[in-house]
């Protein structure tokens, strides 16, 4: 077939959201960033057991990088997500629910996404942030 040029296997395939962000380094950047304002919440911070955040920012990076199309090292240290259970000894009400997008969204902006994925990535954090309530009040 002259002038036909061959297309290389997987090169049509979309990039994934973890992908076109920028990869691990991204998440690794929002998660420690959120934190930094988790150690300073009077609200946040008691619901985190370990006095050393690292352990829990490291599973949430993991997680995240999981959850939009990067390695799965989250499940297979961790087996399934199993996001609500493993929040339900925690009082989340509306209180924690706004101090815990308050800190995502300052962690958000400073990346210094595309707005169309700046704007997935806070659509699927609102979605999760309100998911995780379980205390009226």
């Known amino acids: 077939m002259v002038g036909v040029k061959e297309i290389r296997r997987g090169k ?3 990039q994934t959201f973890y992908e076109q962000v920028g990869g691990e380094e991204t998440f690794r950047r929002l998660v420690h960033r959120f934190y930094e304002g988790v150690a300073e919440d009077p609200l946040l911070k008691p619901m985190y057991p370990e006095e050393d955040l690292g352990p829990a920012e490291e599973r949430f990076t993991l997680f995240l990088i999981q959850y939009w199309g990067g390695p799965t090292t989250y499940s297979k ?3 399934h997500p199993r996001l609500r259970m493993r929040h ?3 009082k989340v009400d509306q209180a924690a629910h ?3 997008l308050k800190h995502m969204r300052v962690a958000v902006e400073e990346l210094g ?3 169309e994925h700046e704007h997935t990535l ?3 954090l609102t979605y999760a942030a309100a998911s995780m309530v379980n205390t009226a009040g």
């Open 12 to 14: 049509l395939q979309e």
């Open 77 to 79: 240290n961790r087996g």
């Open 88 to 90: 339900a000894p925690f």
């Open 98 to 100: 706004d101090a815990w």
């Open 113 to 115: 996404l595309s707005e």
């Open 122 to 124: 806070w659509n699927y």
